[in-house]
């Protein structure tokens, strides 16, 4: 394909003379033909099955006649909503999962900060090993990693509470009452962490070098240029990572379920989306589980939005 | 030029059905016609183990009945699937259905009744086996397995420490409570809120009827007297810091068995496959003996477990699949590949006298008579008819007694929860209750 | 875990390790080195773990100390045990990840070039409102969306197949996003344009200019959907029934909760999930170059 050398002129199809003109109905139907799988996949596998779960929620099976009966199925229209809003355990859930959001966003992506910033500095040393090891627990899925913790974390399998014996220390219940919180955000700030953190300091690596000279040659030390200047240009990813952060970790589902049998302060019902598999896989009522589900989705998409909404100027520069 | 974009996008399209086309053939049985002759293949989720090569005899001996088993998921799980699968119009042929879980299948429609085709094998099994897969005078599936109750406790510890093998539940407590006096480190037992099946078996054993059903009308009665007199008895020790309060079958759990710090379990006739997995250091320590009993002298005990082979309602090969249910049941060459690979314990009589159950199991050989005195306890062995929302009790049961557990409330209490929850959930789905 | 849609930046080359400005005096240099170093321990301690305890024969397993490796060459029969379950099952498990995983990024990724490179190149009616939407997908659930899903293959007969598992995870709304942004800041607009008069289709467009400029932004998009579809457990759980069929997620988590009248495999598991993870370590290590992932672009060109 030759390359003609007129970039500076700026070509507008209604310029072209003398040339056979390419209709402009193929450029205009190009994009929307590039879509097409994407729309084809998006439509067969998330909007049919939202519409389908959304019937479901106005839903009930029930049986009549006497005995065993027979199950039929019939709308229920907002029966089920009423149900899942009219649970106090449902809220206990939700209260629960904000708690736990608000401990794991800031704590991952302070110390994915952390990690980026000190990954950029000249001082640090064992940089390699470092980002490889942090970046690490991203290879190990949600399942395993559980059960990996749930090793270390019963008392008498744990090597830390082998640790506190020999230090004379009384023995602590991590899956006890107070812990299991922190016993669960541990998990999953293990492995996010590193992700966020490549994800930092991507965009750190992307800042030139003359940009720092200047505040060197004044005088800035390290910890200066950090928050001065490193963190101020890292604010859009910093907003990017805490939205898709709080997305992830506003539907915590398989770090819970999985400590559950090793632990008695996880009940069945202990974060919204443990509630919405028990009703929809354990108790075999899809119809009010696609309602609590339902619920969910638009609280995370108000808090989405208005998280973005709130932030939006700062975390795109230009859109295109 | 253009076409080309769109002519790929419709490519890829019909690619994509082709490949549907093609690999439809994994879930369902085939063709429309229920044809009586011809090669048919029945697909079986089970998840004992090494079933596979028992059913491979059974396809070397029948090309024309192939019987095609794959391990979807354990026990509850299993049951979730088949549930799903019933409703998307794939179930599979035979299936795995633990007693407990058959009227769940039956009210969704997922079990075919097999009456007729097992009219034949009345005298395969006693009554109370029979009784297992039966509701209404209809039967609904091939019995398996069972499970009856009974005790292991460490012959070397209890010597150790002078403890009288219990033979009924006072002196079971008694023996905890001295235990801990003279060693604060080691528990009788533990009072697992993970295991529901287990809690089962001990209500039932004290006379608990968890459901009732008269023909029409349902009666919940997990908070019965029998049931609480159960509960407050291990919410006593427990409370009392008697015996462990911590879930079976964690990875701790494992360990306490294995190094002694756990001196008993209740358990049930499939016991010592468990011990051998996870206790291995502890051959040869272990005895066994009846459950201890609520009044001196009496003899009964109740079933942790047990499956039988359903037959799904959908399926359209009922009876190659009833055929097929009942060798794998019946035939002692079948039950012993079934004991020697599944380690189960064979409801059927024949399957109670094969070659692998006249020895000692690998754990124990210091009972050679254990299969001649488990049959024996076998005997008196009584379980309870279930109800259409188990999954709903046992989640329930799990909840509500970690919840105890933890806030060291009442066991009986707990029951209560599970009762509500049991009828509530009952009730809105339609069933008639009373009282 | 988090996973975050990303672009990759357009500046200069920088090594990872080069060094930013003069290197401080060794006694400087002790803390930002320590706090890293701790934060690597923290992150490598469940992974050593799980290395030292698939060293242990099941009897080792609970009677030794945690790190204490174990002695009675435990790694080789665990191994081998893991090997013969259910005649070489798990070797079947990581076979079909691979395929979930390698067959899954790769049309993953030819669906999301096509629609950033739309979405990126071109101005047309609905632009912003399709990107929304389609983004807006990440927000609903998989727990909820599993079930209709299946439900609705199930009509299809697709359920139970390796279909089942592919279809649904081909579109990936962060690759979208991911190669919407590249796209935008990688393709020369003028290359483009250039094209287009030299009657070129826009979709020769599309293979010859466009994709040779996005191909590490491509390559970071198969990457992480590689890992989202390897380390994925819901979808395959609830789509198959045949266990031949699973991916080592499922498979391990079966493994594990055998209910109790057989005891979880811990042994197995343990070595098994192992054995699952070296993979993608591989996978980290040597294509460490394209795990650049940046979420801003042109905010700082060159």
Redo the contacts between chains.
Sequence with gaps: ????TS?TQT?TVNGWAGR?R?SRR?????????????????I???V???G??LV?SMRA????G????V?TERFVWLDNYRAVLSDPEFFHGLLRMVIYTLIVVPI?LG?AL??AL????????????????????????????S??????Y??????FN?LLGWLGLPEVDVLG?RLAFGAVSNI?I???????M??LF??L?????EL??AA?IDGCS?VQLAWRIKIP?LT??LV??AI??M???L?V??EPQTLR??A??I???WMP?MK???D?????N?YV??AG??I??LG??VL?LGSLRLLQRRAF??D? | MRPTVVAKSAAVVAAVALLAACSGGGSSSGSATAAATGPVTLTFWSWVPGIDKVVATWNQAHPDIKVDVTKPAQGDELITKILTANKAGNPPDLMQAEYQALPTLLTNGAVADVTDYVSSQESAFSESSWNLVTFGDKRYGVPQDIGPMMLYYREDLFKQYGLKIPTTWDEFAADARTLRQKDPKRYLTTFSSGDPGWFSGLAAQAGGQWWSYDGSTWKVGIDDEATKKVADYWGGLVGEGAIDNKPMYTPEWNKKMNDGTLLAWPSAVWGPGVLAGIAADTKGKWAMTALPQWSSGEQKTGFWGGSSTAISAKSKHAAQAAQFAVWLNTDPGALQGLVVNGGIYPAAPAGQSVPALQSAPAIMPNQPDFYTRAKEISGTAVGFTWGPNVNVAYNTYKDAFAKAIQSKSSFSGALSTIQSATVDDMKSAGFKLSG | MSAHVATVSVGRAETLTSARGPRPPWQHRLLPTAVLVLGAIYCLIPVTWVVVAATKTPAELFSTFTFAPGTRGGLFSNVNDLSTYRSGEYWQWAVNSAIYAGLGSLLSVAVSAAAGFALAKYRFPGRNAIFTLLLGAVLLPQVALAIPQYFMLSKLGLANTYWSVLLPSILSPYGIYLCRIYAAAAVPDELVEAARIDGASEFRIFRSVALPTMVPGLVTALLLQFVAIWNNFLLPYIMLADDRKFPLTVGLYTMLNQGADTPALYTLVITGAMLAVIPLIALFFFLQRYWTVDLVSGTVKT
């Excluded at chain 1, 193929?26 to 998006?42: D, G, K």
């Excluded at chain 1, 990954?119 to 990693?145: N, T």
């Design positions: 394909m030759a390359l003609t970039s070509m056979p390419r193929s450029t205009a139907s190009a994009p929307y033909l590039f879509l097409v799988p994407a729309a084809l996949l998006f067969a596998m998330f049919v099955p939202v389908y779960s479901l099976s029930t049986v009549s006497g005995g065993i009966g199950r991952m110390l952390l990690f000190l990954l950029d500095a000249p001082a640090a040393a064992a940089k390699r090993f470092s980002r490889i090891s942090i970046f690490l627990p991203y290879a190990v899925p949600g399942v395993i990693a059960l990996l913790w749930g090793f270390l019963l008392p008498d399998v744990s090597p082998d009452r999953a293990w492995g996010g962490t590193g992700f966020n490549v994800v991507t965009s690596r992307a800042v030139p070098d720092y000279d060197r390290e240009l859009p990813a990017m990572t898709f952060s997305i992830t970790t539907q589902f398989s049998p090793l008695k302060t009940s069945s019902s989306m919405v598999y028990r929809g896989f354990i108790n075999g899809p589980a696609s589900a339902v969910l989705a995370t998409l989405s520069a230009e295109r």
